[in-house]
C-alpha cells in the first residue's frame, strides 16, 4: 500500500472515489466531525469519524467507521455523539460494546453497538501511516439489544461465529441460544 498524503478524509475519499459529505456532533464541549459517502458502496451508507484520533486513549490513535443498508443520517450523527462524548475517556476496544439505550435510527430497532476491526477496507488499510503518524481504523456494527447483553456476557466471539450481515440494519437478530 502506497502511504497516504494529507489526512484521512482526502485518503477515504481517493478509496471510495467520491468526496464525503459533513456532518458535525456536538457534545460535553467536544466536536467531531463525520464524512458521509452515500452509497458507496452501491446501497450502503460509509460514515468515518474525523478528530477522535486527537485526544483517543489508544494506541495508535483511532478513528471509527461504520458501514450501513441505509440513508438514514442517524447512524452518522449517533456514531459523532458516542465518539464526542467519550472522546479522551474510552479507548474504542475491539470486542466493547457501546449501549445508545434507544433506538439508533427510525429505520431500524437496534440500539447499541460492538466494536470490531475495521471489515470495510483491505486488511492493509486497518492501520494507515500518515505524514502526522498511524491511524488505527475501527468498526462500530449495529446490534440489537438482546444481542448487545449476549455479547456482555458471552463475549464478542459467539456473535462473530455466526456472521451476521454487518451492515444489514434489518437483519434478524443472531440465535442467543
Known sequence: MERPTGNIVSWLDQIVGASAEYLKVEERGNTIHVAHWRDRPP???????????????????????????????????????????????????????????AKISPDSDMSAFVIVPQMMLPDSYSRVEFDSGTIELRQLVPIYDDELRAIRTRGPAFFAHQHPDVAD?????????
Open 43 to 101: 446501497g450502503l451508507s460509509l460514515f468515518a469519524t474525523i478528530g477522535l484520533s486527537v485526544s483517543t486513549l489508544s494506541e495508535p490513535p483511532t478513528e471509527l467507521l461504520l458501514t450501513v443498508e441505509s440513508p438514514q443520517l442517524e447512524w452518522g450523527y449517533a456514531m459523532g455523539f458516542i465518539a464526542a462524548q467519550a472522546r479522551g475517556r474510552f479507548d474504542f476496544a475491539i470486542g466493547e460494546t457501546i449501549d445508545f439505550r
Open 169 to 177: 440494519v434489518h437483519r434478524d437478530r443472531v440465535a442467543l441460544q
